[in-house]
């Protein structure tokens, strides 16, 4: 890779200094066509709030001669046990555990993109090597220059990285008529919905509504996080929002969104009782399904919650959104409902220590294990 002029790093560590990055943030990201709602300040300043604990804030900073601000690397760093055994501190994307951020990455225009790359490898192998024992890039888009950029850096030097996961999101390209939205979904499937319109009609008076507003959303939040928790509270995790760290968090950043015109929570009623929730965002052209709830005891045969995201599919459609993204999760209903797929990967990069070789041979030694079990 050809060098490029040396840009300046700095570490954001409190969340005070990252309260003060709101407006550099929006300007930068302006700059970085397609970026996700889950790059966002807002997203990633709320999460830090709530999930960040004892870890460690190291959002990396990267200036211009100019002193001008030309990219950011939303990072944090955690200490961590593998296997219960192996002590280690790792580098990860801010909003990469507990809330199921999809399309995280550095935040750069494309210009000074390998700029930034080779000034963050600098940076991490240098002036911070001591700090960290492996990088975890999570859920980069699959279409991203950055992963193909980084392991160019590590490849040149002969340092080691490797791939985690893979994920997929189901989309949906939307055509710009209802019309041919619904041609689109084929006879049996509109037999299909027409047959559960009716019977959910025929139980009462149907209405739906959207909380968009700060005034709307607290008592719109409060009804989904009931019919989410009547869905889920007797499986293995028990709900989003069965632990309060996760209630506080959604809850503070909805009412931060809807100051801005990104947060969609949509209302199912029957009789006046809402029966189906979806909570979501709206950003950029894309409306971002993020998480339903249903009374599974309300007349599962009309299927109200797939009435409701029908429903949402087509207001997507009349306000001229492009895509409808249903995020992680491979549900049938999702791939039934889609007709595109993002992709998304996850890399784990080693430092040059020793506990980052332990770990690495740790993860060498049950990859073995399972070749031999098998």
Same mark, same amino acid.
């Given at each position: 890779m050809?060098m490029?002029?040396?840009?300046?790093i700095?570490?954001?560590?409190s969340l005070?200094e990252?309260?003060?990055?709101t407006?550099?943030?929006?300007?930068l990201l302006?700059?970085?066509?397609g970026?996700?709602i889950?790059i966002?300040?807002?997203?990633?300043?709320?999460?830090?709030?709530h999930y960040?604990?004892?870890?460690?804030?190291?959002?990396?900073?990267?200036?211009?001669?100019r002193?001008?601000?030309?990219?950011?690397?939303?990072?944090y760093l955690?200490r961590a046990?593998?296997?219960?055994?192996?002590s280690?501190?790792?580098l990860r994307?801010?909003g990469?555990?507990?809330?199921?951020s999809?399309?995280?990455?550095?935040i750069?225009?494309?210009?000074?993109?390998?700029?930034?790359?080779?000034?963050?490898?600098?940076?991490?192998?240098?002036?911070?090597?001591?700090?960290?024992?492996?990088?975890? /890039? =999570?859920e980069?888009p699959?279409? %991203?220059?950055? *992963?193909?950029?980084? +392991?160019?850096?590590?490849?040149? #030097?002969?340092?080691?990285?490797e791939?985690?996961?893979?994920t997929?999101?189901?989309v949906i390209?939307?055509?710009?008529?209802?019309?041919t939205?619904?041609?689109?979904?084929?006879?049996?499937?509109?037999?299909?919905?027409?047959?559960?319109?009716?019977?959910?009609?025929?139980a009462?008076?149907v209405?739906?509504?959207?909380a968009?507003s700060?005034a709307?959303?607290?008592?719109?939040?409060e009804?989904?996080?009931?019919?989410?928790?009547?869905?889920w509270s007797?499986?293995?995790?028990?709900g989003?929002f069965?632990d309060d760290?996760?209630?506080?968090f959604?809850?503070?950043?909805?009412?931060? /969104? =809807?100051?801005?015109?990104?947060? %969609?929570?949509d *209302?199912?009623?029957? +009789?006046?009782?809402?029966?189906a #929730?979806?909570?979501?965002?709206?950003?950029?052209?894309?409306?971002?399904?993020?998480?339903?709830?249903?009374?599974?005891?309300a007349?599962?045969?009309?299927?109200?919650?797939?009435?409701?995201?029908?429903?949402?599919i087509?207001?997507?459609?009349?306000?001229g959104?492009?895509?409808?993204?249903l995020?992680?999760?491979?549900?049938?209903?999702?791939?039934e409902?889609?007709?595109d797929?993002?992709?998304?990967?996850?890399?784990?990069?080693?430092?040059?220590?020793?506990?980052?070789?332990?770990?690495k041979?740790?993860?060498?030694?049950?990859?073995?294990?399972?070749?031999?079990?098998?």
């Amino acid at each position: 890779m050809k060098m490029s002029a040396p840009l300046t790093i700095r570490a954001v560590t409190s969340l005070e200094e990252f309260k003060g990055l709101t407006c550099e943030w929006d300007r930068l990201l302006r700059t970085v066509p397609g970026h996700s709602i889950f790059i966002t300040w807002e997203w990633l300043y709320y999460w830090s709030k709530h999930y960040l604990g004892s870890n460690q804030l190291r959002i990396l900073l990267a200036f211009d001669e100019r002193e001008r601000l030309v990219g950011i690397a939303p990072l944090y760093l955690r200490r961590a046990k593998a296997q219960g055994v192996i002590s280690f501190r790792e580098l990860r994307f801010l909003g990469s555990e507990a809330v199921c951020s999809s399309y995280l990455d550095v935040i750069v225009d494309e210009q000074h993109k390998p700029a930034l790359l080779q000034s963050l490898y600098r940076y991490l192998f240098n002036e911070a090597r001591g700090e960290w024992d492996i990088l975890t /890039l =999570s859920e980069v888009p699959a279409e %991203s220059s950055t *992963l193909d950029l980084w +392991n160019e850096l590590f490849e040149e #030097a002969g340092k080691v990285g490797e791939v985690v996961s893979r994920t997929g999101c189901p989309v949906i390209r939307l055509p710009g008529a209802i019309e041919t939205y619904r041609a689109g979904l084929g006879r049996n499937r509109r037999y299909t919905l027409q047959r559960k319109i009716k019977c959910l009609e025929g139980a009462g008076q149907v209405e739906y509504s959207r909380a968009t507003s700060p005034a709307e959303v607290d008592a719109a939040f409060e009804s989904l996080v009931t019919l989410h928790q009547q869905r889920w509270s007797t499986s293995a995790n028990g709900g989003v929002f069965a632990d309060d760290v996760s209630r506080r968090f959604h809850r503070e950043v909805v009412q931060v /969104l =809807s100051e801005r015109g990104r947060v %969609s929570l949509d *209302l199912l009623a029957l +009789n006046g009782r809402p029966i189906a #929730a979806i909570y979501g965002f709206v950003y950029e052209g894309c409306y971002y399904f993020y998480l339903p709830g249903f009374d599974p005891a309300a007349l599962p045969k009309a299927s109200p919650g797939l009435l409701l995201l029908y429903h949402r599919i087509e207001q997507s459609i009349r306000a001229g959104e492009r895509t409808v993204d249903l995020l992680q999760g491979a549900q049938p209903y999702k791939r039934e409902w889609s007709n595109d797929l993002r992709r998304s990967v996850t890399w784990r990069y080693y430092n040059r220590h020793a506990r980052a070789l332990a770990l690495k041979l740790l993860e060498s030694a049950k990859q073995a294990v399972k070749i031999l079990v098998r």
